[in-house]
């Protein structure tokens, strides 16, 4: 699997608790007026492609998610995808073949009909183009697509691939209109037709504008008819301000840990904003460079085990918006269990110098820790400094930080130039495959060289396990082994947030485990 963009994890920007105590006013020209029809929301993160054969970071999937349609889709607060574009969908033959009938009457939202064709040439269009910063890994193990009719979608799975289903309810599975898109390379033209609840009107550097879908035929039952996304691409001081002065109904991945507690707590004027918090499976770890003379040793990596306060990094550094992390898979995926706390234990300096002592390391350990503050947020480098501050208190280690750019960052990670370095990650799907295959598959995304045949060895038996609960043992085990081996390090899983006018609901629909931001829950006024 290539390293895809959902690496990524920004603890929500700093400005917000600033703005609200200034009493910014609304940006020139902007639009102060909202109405019960139409929503108003602004994001920080960058929508990188409008192109699903592209996109794999979560601006783009928030535009997938209401623009198109995939076969199955996640129900709010669900696990297990639902038929949407599709009647119905199920495995056959051990989890190898899943055949899918379509829904009678699908249309594009230029009017053209949706059939079985149009599914079949937007899969094999993402695997075709293998765009690196696309999805196409998520879709590997496709081997054949057939169409024995023109409402008929027949997969054939070069293994047996329970996961599947979920795979295809995400971004990876959106369906494009064969006669708007070329089979071997990317749409150009700053335009996106599909079938979803909604059409992008207009794109651009600044906002993308979507109104109602009316030939939209599926599950979903919109509460708007117009959203506005405006993007502030990395400029949290402006949608802070767009928040406050009232040009935004809702502010979503972009406002700080103390931006979010300064509400939480507010009082008085505050009042007609208010915070609204949804569960979330996006983890950050420690991740070691195995191939590094300092961190390839096992010793000094169950020592920094043995030494972080995930307690303290979580209260002091994100206030609380982030809870402590201890393993791999994250709290409320099925097959999570605590194996570096079952492990390690509580912060313990005794063990961590035993730890060192049993690989003959008697001196003090030098060690820089890497960290980029433009892709997972500036607490990053405050939380790395932290972690730095605590191994240094042990006596055992004489740690600093070094923070680059996000580019040279993850240059110097492809050339193995740093020994330990920060990664985050944002789930594609909520199931322990995604928090597991994509870091100790073949081609991992971690850029560690870490490898074990055990682990590599019950990956596919997990993932072709149609019963998700019975697959715990695997992933349970695989959980174990990272733990004894410390490969990465768990740090924390964060919390979701949106802040939004006291007016909006629907909120509480969008912000769940899946990632899949639903506009058509939302409703401001």
Not at 11 to 22: C, D, F, H, I
Not at 112 to 120: A, Y
Not at 153 to 162: G, H, S
Not at 343 to 367: Q, W
């Amino acid at each position: 699997m290539k390293a895809p963009n959902k690496w990524l994890t920004a603890p929500l920007a700093a400005g917000l608790a600033a703005a609200l105590l200034s009493g910014c006013g609304s940006e020139p020209g902007g639009d102060s007026q909202g109405s019960a029809d139409t929503v108003r929301i602004g994001m920080s993160d960058e929508i990188l492609s409008i192109d699903p054969a592209a996109g794999y970071d979560p601006g783009s999937w928030i535009l997938f998610n209401n623009v198109f349609q995939t076969l199955v889709a996640f129900p709010n607060g669900g696990t297990q995808p639902a038929p949407e574009a599709a009647e119905r969908c199920g495995f056959s033959a051990g989890s190898t073949v899943y055949t899918c009938t379509l829904r009678d009457g699908l249309k594009f939202s230029n009017g053209n009909p949706l059939t079985s064709k149009d599914v079949k040439f937007s899969f094999e269009r993402a695997l075709k183009i293998d765009d690196p910063a696309g999805p196409a890994p998520l879709l590997a193990t496709i081997d054949t697509i057939e169409t024995p009719d023109a409402r008929t979608v027949v997969f054939r799975l070069k293994v047996p691939d329970a996961t599947f289903p979920s795979k295809i309810a995400s971004g990876a599975g959106s369906i494009v209109d064969h006669r708007e898109y070329p089979a071997d390379g990317l749409r150009a033209d700053g335009k996106a037709i599909g079938s979803g609840p909604y059409k992008l009107d207009s794109y651009g550097e600044t906002a993308a504008v979507f109104s109602a879908n009316p030939d939209y035929h599926g599950t979903f039952k919109r509460k708007n008819e117009h959203v506005t996304l405006k993007l502030y691409r990395g400029d949290r001081k402006a949608l802070a301000k767009a928040l406050t002065g009232g040009d935004l109904d809702v502010a979503y991945r972009g406002l700080s840990d103390d931006d979010i507690v300064s509400l939480e707590n507010a009082t008085g004027s505050d009042q007609s904003l208010e915070v609204v918090q949804g569960s979330s499976a996006e983890v950050q770890h420690l991740v070691f460079n195995m191939d590094d003379p300092v961190t390839g040793k096992l010793g000094v990596r169950q020592a920094i085990a043995h030494l972080v306060d995930r307690e303290a990094l979580v209260q002091n550094v994100y206030k609380s918006t982030a809870t402590p992390l201890y393993s791999i898979v994250p709290a409320g995926i099925a097959g999570h269990n605590t194996a570096f706390y079952d492990t390690y234990g509580s912060p313990d300096r005794a063990k961590a110098e035993k730890a060192l002592r049993s690989a003959g390391i008697t001196d003090k350990v030098r060690l820089t820790l890497w960290s980029t503050p433009s892709r997972y947020g500036p607490a990053t480098d405050q939380e790395l400094k932290a972690i730095a501050r605590q191994l240094n208190a042990s006596g055992l280690f004489d740690a600093d930080v070094e923070s680059v750019e996000f580019d040279q960052y993850e240059k110097d990670i492809a050339a193995g130039k740093y020994g330990v370095y920060v990664k985050g990650w944002v789930p594609d799907y909520a199931d322990a495959d995604n928090f597991t295959t994509p870091f100790f598959g073949e081609d991992n995304v971690t850029g560690s060289s870490y490898r074990n045949k055990t682990v590599t060895g019950l990956l596919p038996k997990a993932a072709a396990s149609a019963d998700r609960g019975a697959a715990s043992a695997d992933f349970g085990r695989i959980q174990d082994i990272v733990a004894d081996e410390v490969p990465l390090l768990p740090l924390w899983q964060g919390k979701q947030y949106a802040v939004a006018r006291d007016v909006v609901t629907g909120l509480e629909w969008t912000l769940d485990a899946n990632a899949v931001f639903r506009f058509w829950e939302i409703k401001a006024g």
